[in-house]
């Protein structure tokens, strides 16, 4: 029975319709939201695969353009998401609070801030493309093959802008199957699109990495113009009244502080990655293999908690908005809860199995030996990690983002690179001394996560 229950519920979640969720079951807000996000961020990690498969079929620096262009654009995106978070919790707050034209005038703003950010940032960057590959480390001869592509991803940056903020828009509305549609949409034309761009095919000429990024660009130009076409259509809540055609500047002064919240919790949590990556990078090449191949597989076996933990965002601003702090609270420590219960079988599974699983991506001992070591150290913060998740995107949802960043800008710089580097070097632990530090780290942020939330001053932040 609960199995003919759940797929209707899954049914209806891929369905999509914008819901007010600050009433009924919490549980059945959750799956809605949550299965919609995972679906989406699925399609995303495929279309990654699948990019990178038919780029490294034309050459090294064709793979290594990609590498250097998405550490620049990695700092854009940072600023997109840091915009669509800002949406998104101020937008689910009106939504509660059943002032829909007040949502729409954020929903707005939050588009021309982001076009702002793109067009100076396009600009900049499709005028000195070579010039950012040389400070980036690039040779002559990849900046010649590889120019083309930078120039086309950072220049027409805003296509990936509007793509993050329409879905947290739409997330923020209750309708996070639109965003999981848009990047289906997107993603399936440009893994079509990759072989015939990249390799050429027919009468198409190959275009090499170049065509790498035609395709990315047509195929998320598509995403967006899908969800523009659905923003202005009649069955949206969120829709585009001529009045807010303009820029509000009362809006603008709490989006923007929320926004640069947000955009600061993955700069920093970017930075800290860059650090370890170097640390590692000392013990050799096993090792930085290795460590690669673990991360990329909890990046993937996580994705449902990140679906829950967004899906949390968006109740909590809602409920909030409502006048439903309580429920909102219930909300966050429920959905704690099961993804605590998700990410410890989890565990069980990596720490048991950490060696067959690594297996499957390199056949290289040392590599296979690294990534199940990783996996097992790691794995086993998972508990804690579980609930620093969820609360943290909490408190993005209750628009109080300046909390998070500075939980992660403490335990992530101030205590996990420096004891990163002492487990590593100075204790000699090597690399399982990066990865003891990155659980260590879990444990702490999560316990200051949890004091925090507990103490409640998130249910009166106001945007």
Request: glycine share 8%.
């Amino acid at each position: 029975m609960r199995i003919v229950e759940f797929i209707k519920l899954f049914s209806k979640a891929v369905k999509g319709e914008e819901h007010d969720f600050t009433k009924g079951s919490i549980n059945q807000a959750l799956v809605l939201l949550a299965i919609p996000m995972i679906l989406e961020m699925l399609m995303e990690s495929l279309f990654a695969i699948v990019d990178v498969f038919f780029v490294a079929q034309v050459s090294i620096n064709a793979v290594a353009t990609i590498g250097m262009t998405e550490g620049v654009l990695m700092l854009i995106e940072s600023v997109a998401i840091g915009i669509a978070m800002g949406a998104t919790a101020m937008i689910a707050r009106r939504i509660g609070e059943k002032q829909i034209k007040q949502a729409s005038d954020v929903a707005v703003q939050a588009i021309i801030l982001g076009v702002g950010v793109s067009l100076v940032t396009g600009g900049l960057s499709f005028a000195f493309a070579d010039d950012i590959l040389r400070l980036m480390g690039a040779d002559e001869s990849l900046i010649e093959e590889g120019a083309g592509y930078t120039r086309l991803i950072l220049g027409l940056n805003l296509i990936l802008m509007l793509l993050f903020v329409f879905n947290g828009i739409f997330r923020a509305a209750g309708n996070a199957a639109i965003a999981m549609r848009t990047l289906v949409l997107s993603n399936g034309l440009n893994i079509v699109l990759d072989p015939i761009l990249i390799l050429g095919l027919g009468p198409i000429t190959a275009m090499g990495v170049e065509g790498a990024a035609i395709a990315t660009c047509i195929g998320r130009g598509v995403g967006v113009l899908y969800q523009m076409y659905v923003l202005l259509s009649d069955s949206s809540i969120i829709k585009i009244y001529r009045e807010h055609l303009r820029v509000n500047m009362d809006v603008m002064r709490t989006l923007i502080p929320v926004s640069a919240g947000g955009a600061g919790q993955f700069l920093i949590s970017t930075a800290s990655w860059i650090f370890l990556i170097r640390i590692l990078a000392s013990f050799g090449s096993s090792v930085l293999a290795g460590y690669t191949i673990a991360i990329r597989i909890i990046i993937f076996s996580i994705l449902p908690s990140w679906g829950l933990s967004n899906a949390t965002a968006t109740l909590v601003g809602q409920n909030l908005g409502a006048g439903e702090p309580d429920r909102a609270e219930k909300t966050v420590w429920t959905a704690g809860f099961y993804n605590m219960m998700f990410l410890f079988v989890l565990s069980i599974i990596f720490f048991l199995f950490a060696k067959p699983i690594s297996s499957i991506f390199t056949q290289d001992v040392l590599v296979i030996n690294e990534s199940a070591l990783c996996l097992k150290i790691i794995c086993l913060g998972y508990i804690f990690f579980a609930y620093q998740m969820v609360i943290n995107q909490a408190f993005n949802g209750a628009g109080d983002t300046y909390t998070p960043t500075m939980l992660s800008f403490i335990f992530m710089w101030l205590v996990q690179i420096p004891l990163a580097y002492i487990l590593a070097y100075v204790v000699e632990f090597n690399s399982m001394g990066v990865y003891m530090a990155i659980s260590i780290s879990s444990i702490f942020i999560s316990t200051a996560a949890v004091y925090l939330f507990r103490k409640g001053k998130w249910k009166s932040q106001v945007v």
